[in-house]
Every structure is written in structure tokens, then in C-alpha cells.
């Protein structure tokens, strides 16, 4: 019995330490256009819709959101980052043409997740 309430606790605690992903979130986003592969192991393209996240799962589907012009699109995560503290998500060269923010190096944008 006591090896069932030690599992017990144990998943609790697993579970507590895990700090949920918020569905939608608001911050700073930076574009990149240079490195030879991303952190999932893909060679890195910069004509791709994708995008760099801290902790968003590799293949995680978001919808990010240029709240100056408006502009949206939908981007999988492949990569780790942005190292900023600031900064909230890279992403690519492409994605950065088709919000707007290529000539201003980073925007404020809403994420959404989804899936």
C-alpha cells in the first residue's frame, strides 16, 4: 500500500511541475533567416511558415497575429526560441514578409494555438 501512495504522490507532483501552455498568448515576436538546422533535426528553411518557441511541442500548429497591421498566419513550430528574454517567438524569413515586420525586425503579435 505504501508503494501505491508513494506512486501516487509522485504523479501529483509530475503533474504540478508541468506549467500549462497558454492557448493564446500576446508578446513580442523576431524573424531569422540563418542557421543550417532547427532543433527538431529539419534542415532550416527560411522560405517556410515556421517558427521557433520555447516550450511549444515540435509540429504544434499556431496562428500568429500582427496586432499593428493585422496580418495573420499559420505557423508549426520546428525550432527553440527565441533567446530574448523579451521576445516571445521567431519566426521565419517568409512568415516575417507576410506579416509585415521584415523591415522592422520584430512586432507585437497575438499566438494562437492550434492544435
Known sequence: MKTILLFFFVGIAVLRAAEPVKRVQTGLA?????????????RFNPMS????????????????KNLSTGR??????????????????DVSKRAAQEL????????????????
Open 100 to 115: 509585415g515586420m521584415i523591415h522592422s525586425g520584430t512586432a507585437k503579435v497575438q499566438l494562437a494555438v492550434l492544435n
Open 49 to 64: 511558415m515556421t517558427a521557433a518557441h520555447r516550450s511549444l511541442p515540435f509540429g504544434t500548429m499556431v496562428e500568429v
Open 72 to 89: 495573420t498566419v499559420t505557423l508549426r513550430i520546428n525550432d527553440r526560441g527565441p533567446f530574448r528574454k523579451s521576445r516571445m517567438i
Open 30 to 42: 523576431s524573424w531569422y533567416s540563418e542557421g543550417s538546422q532547427t532543433a527538431c533535426g529539419e
